[in-house]
């Protein structure tokens, strides 16, 4: 009789038990969308300049059980230098009211996808990009430091000021114009008004490309 009695209460202790952890863990879980959402949110208003497709990836938090019952209204604060991508650490300020109920760490990783120029196969320092070296990908703006650029045109007949790998993203500074003029050159310098147009031969004492100012001796 006793053992039967020994087993009615452990069985009534587990369904209790039971019952209390699935009235916890939907608590915990609309805590942990609450907070998700307002850090999407924050990440959003941060990179709405760049024209990307942004995705969470990381998101890890722990402990949300003891914030209070009740609405509450969360704060994102992030590095100032955080551009909105990448991996970073953020504080999270839950307020109730106008009161501090609790302030947390966690760490998020964000993916920020944009149509990126990138190279179809190695380009060797020095060379003069063609369209067909290129192709518009959409890629993860992380993996160029965020210096990426984004039309075909700004590329082609710029020259290599480095090694390009394969399928890698194109940035600026990896690149520099082709000089039209080179120094010594002989050039024709114009000088007009409404009234009268002169022209005489001048000799450019510094190569210069496309939309460069050189100084020339006439």
Not at 25 to 39: F, K, L, Y
Not at 145 to 171: F, P
Not at 180 to 190: D, E, F, H, R, W
Request: proline fraction near 2%; aromatic fraction near 4%.
């Amino acid at each position: 009789m006793l053992r039967h009695i020994l087993l009615v209460i452990l069985f009534v202790v587990s369904l209790v038990t039971t019952g209390m952890a699935t009235q916890t863990q939907p608590a915990r879980s609309g805590r942990d969308a609450e907070i998700r959402e307002a850090v999407m949110a924050y990440v959003q208003q941060k990179t709405a300049n760049l024209g990307c497709e942004i995705r969470l990836k990381r998101f890890s938090i722990s402990d949300t059980e003891s914030l209070p019952a009740g609405p509450l209204d969360y704060e994102i604060v992030a590095p100032q230098q955080w551009e909105g991508w990448g991996n970073v650490g953020i504080s999270v300020i839950a307020r109730q009211g106008e009161r501090v109920v609790r302030n947390f760490s966690l760490r998020v990783e964000v993916e920020a996808l944009a149509d990126m120029v990138v190279t179809v196969r190695q380009i060797d320092h020095g060379s003069i990009i063609s369209a067909a070296d290129l192709a518009l990908r959409k890629q993860d703006v992380s993996l160029a430091q965020g210096r990426y650029l984004g039309r075909i045109e700004d590329v082609t007949g710029k020259k290599a000021r480095s090694t390009l790998k394969a399928n890698a993203a194109v940035r600026s500074d990896q690149l520099e114009k082709v000089p039209l003029i080179k120094a010594g050159q002989l050039v024709t310098i114009l000088a007009e008004n409404e009234r009268m147009r002169i022209t005489v031969t001048g000799k450019a004492k510094s190569a210069g490309a496309e939309g460069d100012t050189i100084t020339v001796q006439n």
